[in-house]
């Protein structure tokens, strides 16, 4: 019984997604006038806000405590239009 918790349990905590590393410059990211996207609300981790969205480039980012993270798509990669 014991053994199948802990490998749901391991199942689980593989699927969520995780938070990638930090973007590398940061104060490029600025914050938008222009409505956030749908797939890229879709795309943002749990408690980040769209006013927490930033945008350098067509690419987004998000702030989570004091730090720019990348938005990514499932594949890995960056969201950017």
Do not use: H
């Not at 797939?39 to 720019?68: K, S």
């Amino acid at each position: 019984m014991r053994i199948s918790l802990t490998l749901a349990l391991l199942t689980l905590a593989a699927c969520a997604p995780s938070i990638s590393a930090p973007v590398t410059n940061p104060d490029r990211y600025v914050a938008s006038d222009a409505p956030v996207p749908f797939a890229v609300r879709q795309l943002l981790p749990r408690g980040v806000f769209d006013a927490d969205v930033r945008l350098w480039q067509n690419c987004y980012g998000y702030v989570y405590q004091g730090q720019t993270y990348p938005v990514l798509t499932p594949r890995g990669s960056q969201y950017c239009l």
